[in-house]
């Protein structure tokens, strides 16, 4: 508790404010979202509208990630989030945005470590056997024959400049969906604390990335979904 308030003074965005997340007393999978969150979950009172506020509390989300779970947040930690991306972010999220990626440029997909016998064989090997050494300590010894160079690599994301985009060329998009976006009008999200991010944020005393590309995007999508009702 005191390492967590410690961080908490420090201002603004960024992995003080992840860690401070991480390291606070509360239950496994509070934990977990606020860090897959990218530390999100300490604004929700903030940026929540009234018709959001009933979710604010973390523990809403936290009894959805033990139903995924069927309950069983009593093992292994890296068995139980390895279980838990299998179930809801490999499938959700990094598998549904390739495959729309992929069919938008008329390309075929595959993904080879998913192929049945190999995901097989990963589950078979204990959890901690996956992440010894820095993790894919399996996966390094077999490239070590094929290609050497390649385990000693960083693992490198493949990342969207969303910060500039935001600063930049998106930045018109970005101010009319705060100014007239139904996510704000429509009282799911609180506008000024949103508008104070953004200033914050193309004046480049912060980089509140990670909360205004996800506004940005929902509030689009929000409008548009918006917009083909009325037009039925």
Do not use: C
């Not at 410690?6 to 991480?22: F, Q, W």
């Not at 300590?137 to 385990?151: D, G, N, S």
């Not at 799911?188 to 980089?207: I, K, L, T």
């Amino acid at each position: 508790t005191r390492v967590a308030d410690l961080l908490g003074a420090i201002p603004g965005p960024g992995r003080a404010r992840r860690l401070r997340d991480v390291v606070a007393p509360v239950s496994t999978a509070q934990r977990h979202i606020s860090w897959v969150t990218a530390g999100r979950v300490s604004l929700r009172r903030i940026l929540y509208g009234p018709r959001l506020q009933a979710l604010g509390d973390s523990a809403h989300f936290a009894d959805r990630v033990e139903d995924i779970l069927g309950g069983q947040l009593d093992g292994a930690v890296e068995s139980m989030f390895m279980r838990l991306d299998q179930l809801h972010w490999l499938p959700g999220d990094v598998l549904a945005k390739a495959d729309r990626a992929t069919m938008r440029a008329s390309l075929e997909f595959r993904t080879p470590y998913l192929s049945r016998e190999v995901a097989e064989f990963a589950a078979s090997v204990p959890a901690s056997v996956h992440v010894r050494n820095g993790g894919k300590m399996l996966l390094r010894r077999m490239l070590q024959e094929v290609l050497p160079l390649a385990t000693h690599r960083r693992k490198v994301a493949f990342r969207t400049p969303a910060a500039s985009w935001l600063r930049g060329p998106l930045w018109p998009v970005l101010s009319e969906q705060l100014r007239s976006g139904s996510l704000f009008s429509e009282g799911w999200f609180e506008r000024s604390p949103a508008v104070s991010y953004a200033n914050e944020h193309r004046e480049g005393h912060a980089d509140w990335s990670n909360v205004l590309w996800p506004l940005l995007v929902l509030g689009v999508w929000f409008d548009d979904l918006a917009g083909v009702a009325r037009n039925r």
